[in-house]
């Protein structure tokens, strides 16, 4: 069986929720405490044993490949000044390559991917999106491929959500449970509020047969007028099957305000350096407002 060890991260997104900060600086390289989103994305697919990344991006997301260059000015300085620790924090990850394609018109997920597939060739790979965070002790992406080498088929990452959520996510309709893993009866993408099937929502995870490539191919233009990923595994699971495996670990929302703001708080307490501060700081802060 073929080894999962190439990924696509699409980051061609506008970031419209975070302006007006994301008007010149790509949404993926806003920071949660001191690293930018999307390093975490990246540092799971490594941890995950992924070797070769290919990010997808998009009209002015440059920032995201000098962030991951190396920049000799900076590391000399560092380096001449003696400080190792930050000169370690900003070197290019050793253990990946990463390449770049950009998505020419912003035609919806499924598109993005499909951009990557001439990079993905005929083998197995995984997608993962930035705009969720997993913290778990075996990382979220490798609970995935784990799953994908017993069965050997396609697998999403799915979690429970409230039902006032499930019109925020693609739905996974269940057919049969085994331990975590389920089979799947069908997809559907944002549906309306009342009328999910359940409420297992795809969380930006999945490791997929490049068969997907021969449905995205199509360019049917699904939920709020774009080529959806989702719609692409529903064909893909009619045709192969697909499992939905509910991952352990807890998830951090980063896609959109409220959820980054309790992600950096979150981050920042659990930070060895800076978390004791910033709880006496949240201590402060909640006496002088309750004060109010
Ligand atoms: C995308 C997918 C959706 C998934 C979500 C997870 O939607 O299309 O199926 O549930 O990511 O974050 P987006 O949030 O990009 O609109």
Same mark, same amino acid.
């Given at each position: 069986?073929?080894?999962?060890?190439?990924?696509?991260?699409?980051?061609?997104?506008?970031?419209?929720?975070?302006?007006?900060? =994301?008007?010149?600086?790509?949404?993926?390289?806003?920071?949660?405490?001191?690293?930018?989103?999307?390093?975490?994305?990246?540092?799971?697919?490594?941890?995950?044993?992924?070797?070769?990344?290919?990010?997808? =991006?998009?009209?002015?997301?440059?920032?995201?490949?000098? $962030?991951?260059?190396?920049?000799?000015?900076?590391?000399?300085?560092?380096?001449?000044?003696?400080?190792?620790?930050?000169?370690?924090?900003?070197? $290019?990850?050793?253990?990946?390559?990463?390449?770049?394609?950009?998505?020419?018109?912003?035609?919806?997920?499924?598109?993005?991917?499909?951009?990557?597939?001439?990079?993905?060739?005929?083998?197995?790979?995984?997608?993962?999106?930035?705009?969720?965070?997993?913290?778990?002790? =075996?990382?979220?992406?490798?609970?995935?491929?784990?799953?994908?080498?017993?069965?050997?088929?396609?697998?999403?990452?799915?979690?429970?959500?409230?039902?006032?959520? =499930?019109?925020?996510?693609?739905?996974?309709?269940?057919?049969?449970?085994?331990?975590?893993?389920?089979?799947?009866? $069908?997809?559907?993408?944002?549906?309306?509020?009342?009328?999910?099937?359940?409420?297992?929502?795809?969380?930006?995870?999945?490791?997929?047969?490049?068969?997907?490539?021969?449905?995205?191919?199509?360019?049917?233009?699904?939920?709020?007028?774009?080529?959806?990923?989702?719609?692409?595994?529903?064909?893909?699971?009619?045709?192969?099957?697909?499992?939905?495996?509910?991952?352990?670990?807890?998830?951090?929302?980063?896609?959109?305000?409220?959820?980054?703001?309790?992600?950096?708080?979150?981050?920042?307490?659990?930070?060895?350096?800076?978390? $004791?501060?910033?709880?006496?700081?949240?201590?402060?802060?909640?006496?002088?407002?309750?004060?109010?």
């Amino acid at each position: 069986m073929q080894k999962v060890k190439k990924a696509i991260i699409p980051a061609a997104g506008l970031g419209t929720r975070f302006l007006p900060a =994301t008007k010149a600086m790509p949404k993926e390289m806003l920071p949660i405490v001191d690293k930018p989103t999307i390093q975490y994305i990246v540092e799971e697919a490594i941890e995950s044993g992924i070797e070769d990344i290919i990010i997808v =991006t998009g009209k002015g997301k440059r920032a995201i490949e000098d $962030h991951f260059d190396n920049n000799f000015e900076l590391e000399d300085n560092l380096m001449k000044k003696g400080k190792f620790e930050l000169l370690e924090k900003t070197k $290019h990850p050793a253990k990946v390559d990463i390449h770049y394609i950009r998505q020419k018109e912003p035609l919806g997920l499924g598109h993005a991917v499909w951009c990557a597939r001439k990079f993905i060739g005929n083998d197995p790979f995984a997608v993962l999106l930035g705009d969720d965070i997993v913290q778990a002790d =075996t990382p979220c992406l490798k609970q995935l491929i784990d799953q994908f080498d017993q069965t050997d088929k396609s697998v999403i990452g799915v979690q429970q959500v409230g039902e006032d959520e =499930t019109d925020r996510y693609g739905i996974v309709a269940p057919q049969e449970r085994f331990d975590r893993l389920y089979s799947i009866d $069908h997809l559907v993408e944002k549906p309306k509020k009342g009328t999910a099937p359940s409420n297992l929502a795809i969380m930006g995870r999945y490791v997929l047969s490049a068969e997907i490539f021969e449905y995205l191919e199509k360019h049917d233009v699904g939920s709020g007028g774009e080529i959806q990923l989702t719609d692409a595994i529903q064909r893909l699971n009619e045709s192969s099957k697909v499992y939905a495996y509910d991952f352990q670990g807890n998830r951090f929302d980063v896609g959109e305000t409220l959820g980054f703001v309790k992600t950096t708080i979150e981050f920042a307490l659990q930070n060895e350096e800076i978390g $004791h501060d910033v709880r006496e700081i949240i201590e402060d802060l909640l006496e002088k407002y309750n004060q109010q």
